[in-house]
């Protein structure tokens, strides 16, 4: 065992000792002096045994890669949001360097709901069978997470040439705003690594963009009456049909539109609009007094978000007879994300991995925001997003593993520590 491990526990105050055995007694096998040498398998089983769906509290979760991490040398900084309940963690070891030399290994860790009748075992116990591990986040994303929980422990902060950390996020599921809210409270003056891993399931392709995802609302509003008086009231749900066709008209557009990335997306080459949810009106014998239509805009990764938002607003106003009567609202805005081929860290990634395409994905992270802190972002990380989301989610243990052995190399070429 590792003199400083054993240091920690000794240390480790009464609070601590408590949530340590929250964080042990969740699987009756690992006892606490299991910490020391835990292995990738048993990070990801305490992950994934520890329900971090987006609409609870990610406390427990949070406090259990604190655990995991928590050792002399490691800073720790928590971005809480204002309910207390949802945590960003920045966990950081090594020198701080002004050139912002390092690695970051970035992660979300809540997860999307299982509730799903397929599913053919708990899909908050790790499940291991024909060479693939099953569970609630084994592709999206604990497996990363937990391998880049153990590279972490695997590095001594006195060792390291340039710093290691360690980001994890909340609420990545529901748009990543847990990304958004940290960097709505970040110190610019801070220095952290420029070079990011987010581990999104790519199947170990480097991936250096992706499409956004803005959604958005219209709400209509009239007046309402009994049917029988029509003089007494104004319609919400009849100009819903001029606000629908424009949306279509710009779906339409979208369409036909090329982009410079556009090469990159072989299957949808294009930014994407869809009408997705309606409501309006009461009672069959009532004028409608409101009509609402959301949807969701896939912009390419080169496109901006805030310059959508203003074209799309404009020409929704100007399809009803009272815009007075229109209000438009953004409900949330994850934007694309693009790094330049030339970013030292997507070059040393490609490099290793002896890849020469660049692939593009359909699918928003929280790259699109940590872009916007001048992190150099990657999508790179194992198991697939089509069994994301999806009941019976899977992970080839063999692909984990070689994830693994590469993650180690990386942080030794990126931070030039040794475990
Ligand atoms: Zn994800």
């Known amino acids: 065992m590792d003199f400083s491990r054993?240091?920690?526990?000794?240390?480790?105050?009464?609070?601590?000792?408590?949530?340590l055995r929250a964080c042990s007694q969740r699987e009756g096998s690992v006892t606490?002096?299991?910490?020391?040498?835990?292995?990738?398998?048993?990070?990801l089983e305490r992950l994934i045994t520890i329900d971090s769906t987006s609409h609870r509290s990610n406390r427990p979760i949070a406090d259990c890669v604190r655990e995991l991490t928590d050792e002399p040398g490691v800073r720790t900084t928590e971005f809480v949001d204002e309910s207390g309940e949802k945590i960003n963690l920045l966990i950081e070891m090594g020198p701080v360097r002004e050139d912002r030399a390092g690695l970051i290994l970035c992660g979300h860790l809540d997860v999307v709901p299982a509730t799903e009748p397929e599913w053919q075992s708990n899909p908050f116990t790790l499940a291991e069978h024909d060479g693939h591990y099953y569970g609630r986040g084994v592709a999206d994303m604990k497996g990363f997470v937990a391998l880049a929980i153990h590279a972490f422990r695997s590095q001594r902060a006195s060792t390291l040439s340039a710093p290691l950390a360690l980001l994890l996020t909340a609420d990545e599921e529901l748009g990543s705003r847990g990304a958004q809210r940290m960097l709505e409270i970040w110190d610019p003056s801070r220095i952290i690594p420029k070079a990011t891993i987010i581990g999104e399931p790519t199947s170990l392709w480097a991936v250096r963009m992706h499409k956004g995802h803005l959604t958005m609302r219209v709400t209509l509003r009239g007046r309402a009456a009994h049917s029988g008086s029509p003089h007494l009231g104004l319609n919400a749900i009849e100009p819903a049909a001029a606000i629908l066709n424009t949306l279509a008209e710009l779906r339409y557009?979208?369409?036909?539109m090329r982009t410079g990335v556009s090469a990159f997306f072989n299957t949808v080459p294009h930014p994407v609009l869809n009408v997705a949810r309606i409501r309006g009106g009461e009672a069959l014998n009532v004028?409608?007094?409101?009509?609402?239509?959301?949807?969701?805009?896939?912009l390419m990764p080169d496109q901006s978000p805030e310059v959508a938002i203003e074209i799309i607003a404009?020409?929704?106003?100007?399809?009803?007879?009272?815009?007075?009567a229109v209000t438009i609202e953004l409900i949330n805005n994850n934007p694309p994300m693009l790094l330049d081929e030339n970013a030292p860290i997507y070059r040393s990634l490609t490099h290793q991995l002896g890849q020469y395409e660049t692939v593009?994905?359909?699918?928003?992270?929280?790259?699109?925001?940590?872009?916007?802190?001048?992190?150099?972002t990657v999508l790179w990380g194992p198991g697939t997003i089509e069994v994301a989301h999806r009941p019976n989610e899977v992970l080839s243990v063999d692909e984990f593993h070689r994830a693994g052995s590469m993650l180690e190399e990386l942080v030794a070429t990126q931070c030039g520590g040794g475990p």
């Open 6 to 19: 054993t240091v920690f526990f000794l240390v480790v105050d009464m609070a601590k000792a408590y949530r």
């Open 32 to 43: 606490i002096g299991d910490m020391a040498t835990l292995s990738p398998r048993d990070i």
């Open 253 to 256: 557009e979208y369409e036909s």
């Open 287 to 298: 004028i409608p007094e409101s009509c609402v239509i959301e949807f969701g805009v896939r």
């Open 314 to 324: 404009d020409r929704l106003r100007r399809s009803v007879l009272d815009p007075g």
């Open 360 to 376: 593009g994905v359909s699918f928003a992270s929280d790259g699109g925001w940590l872009a916007r802190l001048g992190l150099e």
